[in-house]
């Protein structure tokens, strides 16, 4: 059974920071593609990057201000989030994928944790 459990969320101030984190079980995060996305109020759910084996990526949006990495031992993925606008408060969510056909699948989902940034 996977099992995904972020943390971290919060209200902080614009121009400030936050990591998120994403502990895993039933899924190992070195060898597994692990994202994350946000869903804001009003928007669909969109994916702001992800992670799988020494590379990555990131959505225009958050590239350069984002970070996502992993902590093996802990099992764990972080996002670690700079320079915040208003326009990141979102709810974030973690997820773990398949590589089908070339195409990237997410098979398991957290709960998600709210990020508020207030201006």
């Known amino acids: 059974q996977v099992q995904l459990v972020e943390s971290g969320g919060g209200l902080v101030q614009a121009g400030g920071s936050l990591r998120l984190s994403c502990a895993a079980s039933?899924?190992?995060?070195?060898?597994?593609?692990m994202g994350w996305f946000r869903r804001a109020p009003g928007k669909e759910r969109e994916m702001i990057g992800y992670?799988?084996?020494?590379?990555?990526y990131y959505v225009p949006s958050v590239k350069g201000r984002f970070t996502i990495s992993r902590d093996n031992a802990k099992n764990t993925v972080y996002v670690q989030m700079n320079s915040l606008e208003p326009e990141d408060t979102a709810v974030y969510y973690c997820a773990v994928g398949r590589n089908i056909a070339g195409s990237i699948t997410w098979d398991y989902w957290g709960q998600g944790t709210q990020v508020t940034v207030s201006s």
């Open positions: 039933g899924r190992t995060v070195s060898t597994s593609i």
């Open positions: 992670i799988f084996g020494p590379g990555g």
